[in-house]
């Protein structure tokens, strides 16, 4: 069975530019989840979804994140007037739903701004 | 709220020796632990966790943790390693009575020595 995939692998943009970043999490999960990996450092939650609807989205730094899905299943992290800070390794994670406390990770997607 | 301290960044060690991983966390709530494992250029795969019960955790690989409330400790052992094993390892926490994020360690890099 696959397992969570993230598109693109990589993304380099220049500095105020919008970027989005795909999330496709395990046939079958409710639960998806954001996560954000700066060099050196553990990944840090963004953003919760049960659903479709955001459970818990207090880790998003700031207004310019922000993240969608729309039929409980494909995920999107969208970021407006990226900023140099903003790089890092965007982790997507899924699990099977409440009380499943198991979550599974997809590769990733490196983001570079310039 | 939680969090967790992974006290070494980086670990050296020989093939063949046993390792530690040390981790400690915090938390006013009952939690779940984890350990996770990230090879070079690959995403995060759970090692191991604890929920309930037998507080001596086995994992992939040869790995196990036990978990230790007095000292709210979460250490990850293995008693021979090899070079297949270097990686950065993650230490994580997560609140028993919610279903939402995780909270991360900043890591421990294992470098294997021949």
């Known amino acids: 069975g696959a397992g969570v995939s993230q598109t693109p692998s990589n993304k380099v943009t220049e500095k105020g530019k919008y970027v989005e970043l795909r999330c496709d999490p395990i046939s079958g999960h409710t639960a998806l989840y954001w996560y954000r990996q700066s060099l050196g450092q553990g990944p840090e939650f963004l953003i919760y979804f049960q659903g479709t609807g955001a459970a818990d989205d207090s880790g998003l730094p700031n207004d310019r994140f922000f993240a969608v899905r729309p039929e409980g299943s494909v995920s999107t992290l969208k970021i407006q007037r990226t900023e140099r800070g903003d790089s890092a390794v965007y982790l997507c994670?899924?699990?099977?739903?409440?009380?499943?406390?198991?979550?599974?990770f997809g590769p990733g997607t490196r983001l570079l701004v310039l | 709220a939680q969090s967790v301290t992974q006290l070494d960044s980086q670990v050296p060690v020989f093939e063949e020796a046993p390792v530690e991983l040390r981790c400690n966390y915090s938390s006013s709530v009952s939690v779940y632990l984890f350990w996770y494992v990230q090879y070079p250029n690959q995403g995060l795969q759970l090692l191991l966790k604890?929920?309930?019960?037998?507080?001596l955790v086995k994992g992939i690989n040869g790995f196990e943790a036990e978990f230790n409330k007095s000292q709210t400790s979460f250490h990850l052992r293995k008693p021979s390693v090899h070079i297949s094993d270097t990686a950065e390892y993650f230490c994580?926490?997560?609140?028993?009575?919610?279903?939402?994020?995780?909270?991360f360690g900043k890591g421990t890099r294992l470098h294997i020595l021949p």
């Open positions: 604890y929920l309930s019960g037998s507080t």
């Open positions: 994670a899924s699990s099977p739903g409440p009380e499943q406390e198991t979550q599974y």
């Open positions: 994580a926490v997560s609140d028993r009575n919610r279903d939402d994020k995780i909270i």
